[in-house]
């Protein structure tokens, strides 16, 4: 429907113009008893205004037929011009070769986030990725104002409902790694998450909730994290006057304009040179300057590890610091 409400002059110039050459060939074959095709070679070079000369009306019928349909057909065809020029001139067509451009892209990704919804928490969800160059994200929203609005020229989006089996596979769903599900609405989200689920049962999903009692929905449907943003947002107010200084402080760590300091996730690989070395062996704060938050072990959090702790293989490490030095920390844990 939008498609067509976009290009509607164009359409109409072009019925306009077919149903004019219907007429004329019908008009000519009875005026000057030509055969249909003969008839439609004379009145495309009359609506062009060609008149190659080879074929013109000789009846006093058929000039007057002339008469009648070269001034209409004259603005008929001036009429689709203006249609044509206006795409041109508005960047439709450009906008259309951007698109099949950039589904062209977003067939080739893999291992990329899909983000069903950019309202304000779509919006905050941007603005981290935005930050973080190695993520790849495709946005879903029906509103292709808000979308274009919203996203840089080189950033993917696709325009539909996020609740549908072809939006989501022609958002890569199969080979997407993540999943964030912000639409306003509870059912929508447990159905994203099903649906998502049935696609990729590999797929990580985080879910908005509205309500306390979906939470446990979304989980069972398959969503990793549930997140509240009243809940939270009530928290963080409560927080904010109890304890101003730490809420202050980790606004400033996780603020999407913040980029000197950050939390992360390293995975111990098997074959890593800190398999069995402990905190105090690798002296790690001094020689990386970066902080050991915890530790997640076999499913397990291990909060605030002692010096003697040491890494096994597999060990997912929390660590905080600055990019930089997150950065070498992350290349000598890894063989």
Known sequence: MKNRQRYQHLINSIVAMSAMCVIGMIGFSYFEKLNLFDALWLTIITVLTVGYGDTIPVTHGGKVFALIIIPISVGIVSYAIGAVASLVVEGE????????????KIDQLENHMIVCGLGRVGEEVLEYVRGRKEMQAVFIDEREEA??????????????????????????????????????????????????KGLNPDIYIVSRAQREATATKLKTAGAAKVINPSSIGGKQMVMSILKPLSVRY????????????????????????????????LDIRNAYHVTIVAILRNGYLVGTPKSDEKFQPHDKIIVFGAEENLTVFEKAVTP
Do not use: C, W
Request: net charge negative; proline share 3%; charged share 30%.
């Open 93 to 104: 067509l450009s906008t259309s070769m951007r698109e099949r451009k950039m589904k062209r």
């Open 147 to 196: 979308l274009h609005k919203a996203l840089q020229p080189d950033e993917f989006f696709i325009v539909g409902d996020a609740t549908e089996d072809d939006i989501l596979k022609s958002a890569g769903i199969e080979r997407a790694s993540t999943l964030v599900a912000t639409l306003p609405s509870d059912a929508d989200n447990v159905f994203i998450t099903l649906t998502a």
């Open 250 to 281: 980790m606004d400033l760590v996780l603020s999407a304009d913040q980029h000197e300091y950050s939390i992360e996730e390293i995975l111990v690989q098997s074959d890593s040179p800190f398999v069995g070395q402990s905190l105090r062996d």
